[in-house]
């Protein structure tokens, strides 16, 4: 699962299982492999050497058990429906806890460095932006991510030496992976619905998650870009533009992240809004902001520079895709 997740065989390094994996006899446990699938892409890059190990236990690890020092829980977090949605919630099996180290090659990180770690837009260093994502988040969502699965997260790290990242999660056991019956049909209907969408997002790790569990659900094409003027490029070739060629794109809807370089989300939506009212877009373009901040004057604002809905990270793609559905049917008519 974790090979096929994370396109394994594209990735320089190595993947091993412990012998506390091997010992309890692992086989199937259920847990998101999209979430587990994010916070071990936001620790790798395609430059480095990585090794993955991978361990269990029934008992909730300790720091000796995962070897770095662990971060406590924050106990701040915003009690949101879509935020505390765990698949921990309601076990079915016996609990199993999943640790998972990944050890790189790449420059370490010195004490100062590490402290800056996992907190929202914070860079330990100009070198952190390029190996692990940008505008911070990347490392905070992690954390995020692991937490919302009843686990922790930290990080051992030497200077010039490279560093060790580590989690747990808690998973349960079961006995035959579970798979929804109207699959295919469900897809059928989304493709019908999905012709292309747009994900507008900085980080390349979170574009490429989003990219690929949005194919998986049967969305027909999925477009990305890397901050607000690339979409607007690609909105000046579709069928909501007013001058376009015969090639024309069927967007159907795009999901906007508010924190980008060269153009943000805000100003993004604001622009496109304008060309509707100029009607240089002929019909009202969908569009669902995705944001980190979960402030009321944050999803605000958002609402006010013309995003039709909000979402806040971390979020599962199953839980946006009717929301994406529903906005997208809204709009369908209204030529």
């Known amino acids: 699962m974790v090979k096929a997740e994370l396109d394994y065989d594209k990735i320089q ?19 998101d492999p999209g979430r587990l ?47 505390r ?8 099996g016996e609990d199993i806890y ?32 390029k190996q692990y994502g940008g505008s911070g988040l990347g490392l905070f969502i992690s954390r995020e991510l692991v ?22 999660i808690k998973t349960a056991r079961v006995e035959i992976p579970v798979e929804p019956p109207t699959a295919e049909l469900a897809q059928t209907s989304i493709s019908d619905h999905m ?19 949005l194919r998986k659900t049967g969305c027909a094409k999925v477009h990305v870009a890397d901050h607000g003027q690339d979409a607007l490029e690609l909105l000046s070739t579709t069928t909501f533009f007013k001058y376009v060629g015969i090639d024309q794109v069927p967007l159907s809807v795009i999901l906007l992240d ?17 060309l509707e009212q100029k009607h240089e877009i002929v ?9 980190a901040n979960a402030r009321v004057e944050q999803i605000a604002a958002c609402i006010e520079a013309g995003m039709d809905e909000v979402v806040t990270k971390p979020f599962r793609v199953m839980d946006l895709l009717p929301r994406m559905l529903a906005l997208v049917d809204k709009h369908a008519s209204v030529v």
Request: proline share 4%.
């Open 37 to 83: 699938a994010q916070i071990i892409l936001n620790f790798m890059t395609n430059k480095r050497h990585i090794v993955i190990s991978i361990g269990a236990s029934r008992t909730q690890p300790s720091a000796d058990d995962c070897e770095v020092t662990l971060i406590e829980p924050r106990g701040e977090r915003v009690e949101t429906a879509a935020r």
């Open 258 to 274: 508010v924190e980008m370089p060269i153009m943000d989300g805000l100003t993004c939506a604001r622009r496109i809004r304008e």
């Open 147 to 168: 937490e919302l699965q009843g686990g922790q997260i930290g990080v051992h790290s030497e200077h010039g030496k490279g560093s060790t990242f580590a989690f747990y």
């Open 85 to 92: 949605l765990s698949i921990t919630e309601d076990p079915i």
């Open 98 to 129: 999943l640790i998972f180290s990944v050890r790189d090659t790449g420059c370490g990180l010195t004490e100062t460095e590490m402290g800056h770690l996992f907190h929202r837009f914070s860079q330990a260093s100009p070198k952190t932006y």
């Open 13 to 31: 390094g190595s993947m091993a299982l412990q012998p506390s994996y091997t010992d309890l006899a692992v086989d199937n446990v259920l847990l």
């Open 195 to 213: 012709r292309v969408v747009d994900v507008v997002e900085d980080n390349a790790i979170n574009q490429k998650i989003l990219a690929q569990q």
């Open 283 to 291: 019909r009202h373009v969908p569009i669902i902001g995705i944001t």
